[in-house]
């Protein structure tokens, strides 16, 4: 059964509320950023993409983005050294365009990509989830994921907040069977990152639940061509410039102790990676580890209470990072990052806590402490995911 949705209020003021909650979330990530810039260390020698406070969201991934949107793609040959061709190109080279046409530094518009995409998807999450369940549950999604300690990464020089935008346009267009805007859209989300290829299944069973009111067969082709553009546009240019379509791929195992695909995909088919769970320690590893745990709970309630589509999605965002990464050392590490897109995965959480809203205002306290510590731990580039 589906979560029963409320009369909505049809002024802009549910949108103001929304966007007032997410501007209370990025105070903290600026209080976590000036309190690690005051009082913790960071080594001297590492990489930073420039002088201001702000800067300092420019961290890990960041720094692979900012050499692509400066110097283009690189590769030597060796897959056994990380380079920056495992990185998708959207996110940077939207970034390379801004430089170009505003003037701005590479660094200064890798982030005003970010932090404008991260806005924008929480304007639309809103519309997408107050349409189908009532502003209540809608405005505690937006607090929950706002609040959610890998949503530092939401203002950071990382793609995630063009991919929630991405993600989100998708859904708002499938609901109203526009196949080949969605369709495009989900081509434009696979090349800002590898979760963008979860919406080709999710587009597929749509299509096919309303073949009866919308033609099939017409649109499935164009609309499979559309949907992973974004892959294989990115592999003929792979090709041409270095040989190899697939040198992307081959490149990731630089970055897991040289651990090939197939090795990852066998452990975590034997279920490896829940053997190597951390619950014993609240660090950004710890707390991957028990998220996990959670999203699977919230994955199965969500089976019960969303659109198949919505759980369809949560399932192939979860499972994509577990068989591909899972397996290797990493193990859960980075799963509450990849998770931090599964919108559906918010809004069944939404709904649980507003049951005991007690316990909800405890919750956003505890997930705002911990987005406290993940953003000054991230300025400092030190892990969290």
Same mark, same amino acid.
């Given at each position: 059964?589906?979560?029963? @949705?409320? *009369?909505?209020?049809?002024?802009?003021?549910? $949108?103001?509320?929304?966007?007032?909650?997410?501007?209370?979330?990025?105070?903290?990530?600026?209080?976590?950023?000036?309190?690690?810039?005051?009082?913790?260390?960071?080594?001297?020698?590492?990489?930073?993409?420039?002088?201001?406070?702000?800067?300092?969201?420019?961290?890990?991934?960041?720094?692979?983005?900012?050499?692509?949107?400066?110097?283009? $793609?690189? $590769?030597?040959?060796?897959?056994?050294?990380?380079?920056?061709?495992?990185?998708?190109?959207?996110?940077?080279?939207?970034?390379?365009?801004?430089? +170009?046409?505003?003037?701005?530094?590479?660094?200064?518009?890798?982030? %005003?990509?970010?932090?404008?995409?991260?806005?924008?998807?929480?304007?639309?999450?809103?519309?997408?989830?107050?349409?189908?369940?009532?502003?209540?549950?809608?405005?505690?999604?937006?607090?929950?994921?706002?609040?959610?300690?890998?949503?530092?990464?939401?203002?950071?020089?990382?793609?995630?907040?063009?991919?929630?935008?991405?993600?989100?346009?998708?859904?708002?267009?499938?609901?109203?069977?526009?196949?080949?805007? =969605?369709?495009?859209?989900?081509?434009?989300?696979?090349?800002?990152?590898?979760?963008?290829?979860?919406? /080709?299944?999710?587009?597929?069973?749509?299509?096919?639940?309303?073949?009866?009111?919308?033609?099939?067969?017409?649109?499935?082709? *164009?609309?499979?061509?559309? +949907?992973?553009?974004?892959?294989?546009?990115?592999?003929?240019?792979?090709?041409?410039?270095?040989?190899?379509? /697939?040198?992307? @791929?081959?490149?990731?195992?630089?970055?897991?102790?040289?651990?090939?695909?197939?090795?990852?995909?066998?452990?975590?088919?034997?279920?490896?990676?829940?053997?190597?769970?951390?619950?014993?320690?609240?660090?950004?590893?710890?707390?991957?580890?028990?998220?996990?745990?959670?999203?699977?709970?919230?994955? =199965?309630?969500?089976?019960?209470? &969303?659109?198949?589509?919505?759980?369809?999605?949560?399932?192939?965002?979860?499972?994509?990072?577990?068989?591909?990464?899972?397996?290797?050392?990493?193990?859960?590490?980075?799963?509450?990052?990849?998770?931090?897109?599964?919108?559906?995965?918010?809004?069944?959480?939404?709904?649980? %806590?507003?049951?005991?809203?007690?316990?909800?205002?405890?919750?956003?306290?505890?997930?705002?402490?911990?987005? &406290?510590?993940?953003?000054? %731990?991230? +300025?400092?580039?030190?892990?969290?995911?």
């Amino acid at each position: 059964m589906q979560m029963r @949705a409320i *009369p909505k209020d049809h002024s802009f003021l549910p $949108y103001f509320w929304a966007i007032s909650i997410y501007l209370c979330s990025r105070v903290v990530v600026a209080l976590g950023l000036v309190f690690s810039q005051k009082y913790l260390p960071i080594a001297t020698d590492v990489w930073s993409a420039g002088p201001s406070w702000y800067h300092q969201l420019l961290q890990w991934d960041s720094e692979w983005y900012f050499k692509i949107a400066t110097e283009g $793609y690189r $590769y030597n040959g060796d897959p056994t050294i990380q380079q920056n061709i495992v990185f998708y190109p959207l996110y940077p080279m939207l970034a390379r365009g801004l430089t +170009a046409v505003s003037g701005l530094t590479p660094a200064d518009a890798l982030l %005003l990509v970010s932090n404008v995409a991260g806005m924008l998807s929480i304007v639309a999450l809103f519309k997408l989830v107050r349409e189908e369940f009532g502003d209540q549950i809608a405005l505690t999604t937006i607090a929950l994921l706002s609040f959610f300690p890998a949503s530092v990464l939401l203002s950071a020089g990382y793609t995630e907040p063009l991919e929630l935008l991405l993600i989100v346009g998708f859904f708002l267009v499938l609901k109203q069977q526009r196949y080949l805007s =969605a369709a495009l859209l989900a081509g434009l989300a696979v090349a800002d990152r590898s979760t963008g290829i979860v919406l /080709l299944p999710v587009l597929l069973w749509e299509m096919w639940r309303n073949r009866d009111h919308k033609p099939f067969l017409a649109v499935l082709v *164009p609309c499979v061509v559309l +949907a992973t553009s974004g892959i294989w546009l990115f592999m003929i240019y792979l090709w041409s410039q270095f040989g190899d379509p /697939l040198v992307f @791929a081959y490149g990731q195992a630089a970055f897991h102790r040289e651990t090939t695909f197939a090795a990852r995909l066998i452990a975590a088919l034997k279920f490896e990676p829940f053997t190597r769970l951390i619950l014993n320690d609240w660090n950004p590893w710890g707390q991957d580890s028990w998220f996990t745990l959670l999203f699977i709970v919230l994955i =199965a309630v969500g089976w019960f209470r &969303l659109r198949s589509s919505w759980t369809l999605f949560a399932m192939g965002v979860l499972l994509l990072p577990y068989l591909t990464l899972g397996g290797g050392p990493a193990g859960f590490v980075s799963m509450g990052r990849f998770n931090l897109v599964s919108f559906p995965l918010f809004v069944v959480l939404a709904d649980l %806590l507003l049951r005991a809203k007690w316990l909800l205002a405890g919750v956003i306290g505890l997930l705002g402490a911990a987005l &406290l510590m993940n953003t000054a %731990l991230f +300025a400092r580039r030190i892990w969290i995911g």
